[in-house]
C-alpha cells in the first residue's frame, strides 16, 4: 500500500505529480485546518507533510498519529513546533541555500524600487499624468555608496552584503547574535549594536529569522533611533516588526519611506494604511518566488521528505537530534 502525505498550499508541479507516482498525496489548498474535515481524516493516516507554512502545533499533532516528517517548502519555519516535534520523534525538513541570492535580488529590487520612487513613477507615467519635466518633488535618492544595515547577517544577509559591496560600493554595517569574520574581510562589513546600526544606516534592512527573541525587534524605539532619511526594508517576517509603530513611524516622517515584502497578517489587510502610502513599495511575500527557485525549493523539500519517508536522514534537517535518537 502507497504511503500517504499531505501536499499542502503550495509544491511545484512536476515534483507533485512525481510524488503523486509514488504516494498516496492528499493535495490541500485555502483551507481551515482547524476545521477542514478531508484534512482532519488525512492527517490521522498521513506519514509526511509537504508544503507552505502550515501550523503544526501541539493540536494538529494529537490528531497526526503516524505523522514521520514534516517536510517545510521555505527557509523559515517560524510555523513549526520544533520543540513538540523533537519530544515526539518527528524529523522536520526546510530548504535553505537554493533560495538565498534570489530572496537577495528581491532585497535589491524593493531597496531600489524605494530609493528611487519606481512604483510610484511609474504609475505617475500609467496614469498619463506626465505631462512636463519632473522636479525635485519626484527626486528619489541615491543607494551607491551609502550606509546598508544588515540585521541578520546569515546567508541572505551575506547575499545582500555581497550584490551592496560589489554592486553599489557601500558602507556596509551588520548585526546579528555573533560576528562573521568571514563576512567582515570579504566585504569590509563592521559589527555595530542594533543601536548603532539603526542611528547609523541609510537603509536598515531586516533579514533575521522570526523566533521569540525577534518578534517585534523593531518598534517604536528603534524607528525613532533611525534618521529621518532611513529608507527601512522588512524581508524577514511581518511579525519580527510592531507594524502600527512602522505605520506611525512613516506618518510622523520619523523614517523616510519602507520597502517590505513582508506583513503582520498575510495576505495584508485591504484597511491597511501601509497600502495608501507612495513611499512604501509593497510586495505580496515573493522573496523566493521565481520559477528557477521555486521548482528547487520544492525539489529539495521533496528530497527530504522521501528521504524521512524511506528511513534515510533528510538533507537539510531543521532538528537533527530526531535523526540521532531514530538511529541510537
Ligand atoms: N521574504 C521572503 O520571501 C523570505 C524570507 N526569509 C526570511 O529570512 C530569514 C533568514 O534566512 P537565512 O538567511 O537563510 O537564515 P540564516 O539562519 O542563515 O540567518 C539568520 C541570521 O539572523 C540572525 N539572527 C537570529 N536571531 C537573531 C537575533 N535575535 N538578533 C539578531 N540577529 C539574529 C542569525 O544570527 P547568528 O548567525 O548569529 O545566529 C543569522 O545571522 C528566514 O528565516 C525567513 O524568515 C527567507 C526566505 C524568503
Ligand atoms: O519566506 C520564505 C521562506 O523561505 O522562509
Same mark, same amino acid.
Given at each position: 500500500?502507497?504511503?500517504?502525505?499531505?501536499?499542502?498550499?503550495?509544491?511545484?508541479?512536476?515534483?507533485?505529480?512525481?510524488?503523486?507516482?509514488?504516494?498516496?498525496?492528499?493535495?490541500?489548498?485555502?483551507?481551515?485546518?482547524?476545521?477542514?474535515?478531508?484534512?482532519?481524516?488525512?492527517?490521522?493516516?498521513?506519514?509526511?507533510?509537504?508544503?507552505?507554512?502550515?501550523?503544526?502545533?501541539?493540536?494538529?499533532?494529537?490528531?497526526?498519529?503516524?505523522?514521520?516528517?514534516?517536510?517545510?517548502?521555505?527557509?523559515?519555519?517560524?510555523? @513549526?513546533?520544533?520543540?513538540? @516535534?523533537?519530544?515526539?520523534?518527528?524529523?522536520?525538513?526546510?530548504?535553505?541555500?537554493?533560495?538565498?541570492?534570489?530572496?537577495?535580488?528581491?532585497?535589491?529590487?524593493?531597496?531600489?524600487?524605494?530609493?528611487?520612487?519606481?512604483?510610484? @513613477?511609474?504609475?505617475?507615467?500609467?496614469?498619463?499624468?506626465?505631462?512636463?519635466?519632473?522636479?525635485?518633488?519626484?527626486?528619489?535618492?541615491?543607494?551607491?555608496?551609502?550606509?546598508?544595515?544588515?540585521?541578520?547577517?546569515?546567508?541572505?544577509?551575506?547575499?545582500?552584503?555581497?550584490?551592496?559591496?560589489?554592486?553599489?560600493?557601500?558602507?556596509?554595517?551588520?548585526?546579528?547574535?555573533?560576528?562573521?569574520?568571514?563576512?567582515?574581510?570579504?566585504?569590509?562589513?563592521?559589527?555595530?549594536?542594533?543601536?548603532?546600526?539603526?542611528?547609523?544606516?541609510?537603509?536598515?534592512?531586516?533579514?533575521?529569522?522570526?523566533?521569540?527573541?525577534?518578534?517585534?525587534?523593531?518598534?517604536?524605539?528603534?524607528?525613532?533611533?533611525?534618521?529621518?532619511?532611513?529608507?527601512?526594508?522588512?524581508?524577514?517576517?511581518?511579525?519580527?516588526?510592531?507594524?502600527?509603530?512602522?505605520?506611525?513611524?512613516?506618518?510622523?516622517?520619523?523614517?523616510?519611506?519602507?520597502?517590505?515584502?513582508?506583513?503582520?497578517?498575510?495576505?495584508?489587510?485591504?484597511?491597511?494604511?501601509?497600502?495608501?502610502?507612495?513611499?512604501?513599495?509593497?510586495?505580496?511575500?515573493?522573496?523566493?518566488?521565481?520559477?528557477?527557485?521555486?521548482?528547487?525549493?520544492?525539489?529539495?523539500?521533496?528530497?527530504?521528505?522521501?528521504?524521512?519517508?524511506?528511513?534515510?536522514?533528510?538533507?537539510?534537517?531543521?532538528?537533527?537530534?530526531?535523526?540521532?535518537?531514530?538511529?541510537?
Amino acid at each position: 500500500m502507497k504511503k500517504k502525505i499531505i501536499v499542502y498550499e503550495r509544491l511545484e508541479k512536476p515534483v507533485l505529480k512525481s510524488l503523486q507516482e509514488k504516494y498516496d498525496v492528499k493535495f490541500l489548498k485555502n483551507i481551515d485546518t482547524q476545521t477542514n474535515e478531508e484534512f482532519m481524516n488525512h492527517l490521522k493516516e498521513a506519514e509526511g507533510i509537504i508544503g507552505l507554512a502550515l501550523e503544526v502545533n501541539k493540536t494538529l499533532l494529537d490528531n497526526a498519529p503516524n505523522l514521520k516528517i514534516v517536510s517545510n517548502v521555505s527557509v523559515g519555519y517560524n510555523n @513549526l513546533d520544533i520543540e513538540e @516535534l523533537t519530544k515526539r520523534h518527528i524529523m522536520a525538513t526546510n530548504t535553505p541555500d537554493v533560495l538565498t541570492d534570489t530572496v537577495a535580488d528581491t532585497v535589491f529590487g524593493i531597496l531600489l524600487a524605494a530609493a528611487r520612487r519606481i512604483p510610484e @513613477l511609474d504609475n505617475l507615467v500609467k496614469s498619463k499624468q506626465w505631462v512636463e519635466a519632473l522636479g525635485p518633488d519626484y527626486y528619489g535618492v541615491d543607494v551607491h555608496h551609502k550606509t546598508i544595515g544588515i540585521i541578520g547577517m546569515g546567508r541572505i544577509g551575506q547575499a545582500i552584503a555581497q550584490r551592496a559591496k560589489f554592486g553599489f560600493d557601500m558602507n556596509i554595517l551588520y548585526h546579528s547574535r555573533t560576528r562573521k569574520q568571514d563576512a567582515e574581510t570579504k566585504f569590509d562589513a563592521t559589527y555595530c549594536s542594533l543601536d548603532d546600526l539603526l542611528s547609523k544606516s541609510d537603509f536598515p534592512v531586516l533579514i533575521t529569522p522570526l523566533t521569540p527573541e525577534t518578534r517585534g525587534l523593531i518598534s517604536k524605539r528603534e524607528f525613532q533611533l533611525m534618521k529621518p532619511s532611513a529608507i527601512f526594508i522588512n524581508a524577514s517576517r511581518g511579525k519580527t516588526v510592531v507594524e502600527k509603530d512602522l505605520i506611525a513611524a512613516l506618518q510622523t516622517g520619523e523614517i523616510a519611506a519602507a520597502g517590505l515584502d513582508v506583513f503582520e497578517q498575510e495576505p495584508v489587510s485591504p484597511n491597511n494604511p501601509l497600502l495608501e502610502m507612495k513611499n512604501v513599495v509593497t510586495l505580496p511575500h515573493v522573496g523566493s518566488s521565481t520559477y528557477e527557485t521555486e521548482l528547487k525549493m520544492s525539489e529539495l523539500a521533496a528530497r527530504n521528505l522521501e528521504a524521512g519517508l524511506n528511513g534515510e536522514k533528510p538533507p537539510t534537517m531543521i532538528n537533527p537530534k530526531v535523526w540521532e535518537l531514530l538511529t541510537k
